[in-house]
């Protein structure tokens, strides 16, 4: 199973990036979404497609429908400039899957 | 909140062996499926291998199959990976995270270098 992201978003500050994450049905599947930001290991900033952790702030939003599912980071602030992964349990072959990840950076 | 340190990585000549462990610092550690994921340098995450809560359900990528061993000590709260066979291109970063199908807390990594 194969999760496909753009290599990069640009979006100004107090702007909304959105960051998409494909794959073959993937509405059949739960996606999470991490955030690295340079030098630091990954945060968990959306679970089962629509979910936040505790202490994520509800700027980040997650969707899922079709063959894409999207994290939306509203309100964008010079803090949210990172790295984002999808992921997805592939029960099939119980392997974790990430997307190639997309650089988000804030103009 | 589970807190995570990795250990045990460093300089190996290819075909050489390291054994990374991951310490949690959770009393309920043996209710949680934990994950190893790693990151080449400049590169993305790429998911290593999982274990099951009790130990019994044990999961590789391709790419380390027959050449990683997960295991895990309930009774230590750690989770170690045995990393054999290396090759130049396992050098990486490597994470330890807990849970499986999502992963909601992770080590701050320990670095595997393998160069002869």
């Known amino acids: 199973y194969v999760l496909t992201q753009p290599p990069s978003v640009s979006v100004a500050p107090g702007q909304t990036a959105k960051i998409t994450c494909g794959g073959h049905?993937?509405?059949?599947?739960?996606v999470h979404w991490y955030q690295q930001r340079p030098g630091q290991a990954p945060v968990l900033v959306v679970y089962?497609?629509?979910n936040r952790p505790s202490g994520i702030p509800e700027r980040f939003s997650g969707s899922n429908s079709g063959n894409t599912a999207t994290l939306t980071v509203s309100r964008v602030q010079s803090g949210d400039e990172a790295d984002y992964y999808c992921?997805?349990?592939?029960?099939?072959?119980?392997?974790?899957?990430f997307g190639g990840g997309t650089k988000l950076t804030v103009l | 909140e589970v807190r995570l340190l990795e250990s045990g990585g460093g300089v190996v000549k290819p075909g050489g062996s390291l054994r990374l462990s991951c310490a949690a610092s959770?009393?309920?550690?043996?209710?949680?499926?934990m994950s190893w994921v790693r990151q080449a340098p400049g590169k993305g995450l790429e998911w290593v291998a999982a274990?099951?809560?009790?130990?019994?359900?044990?999961y590789y990528a391709n790419s380390v199959k027959g050449r990683f061993t997960i295991s895990r000590d309930n009774s230590k709260n750690t989770v170690y990976l045995q990393v054999s066979g290396l090759r130049v291109e396992d050098t990486a970063v490597y994470y330890c995270?807990?849970?499986?199908?999502?992963?909601?807390?992770w080590g701050q990594g320990t670095p595997v270098t393998v160069s002869s």
């Open positions: 049905n993937i509405e059949t599947k739960s």
């Open positions: 959770t009393l309920s550690f043996s209710d949680y499926a």
């Open positions: 992921q997805v349990w592939d029960n099939n072959i119980d392997h974790v899957i």
């Open positions: 274990i099951s809560a009790g130990g019994e359900g044990i």
């Open positions: 995270a807990k849970d499986q199908e999502y992963l909601d807390s």
């Open positions: 089962d497609d629509t």
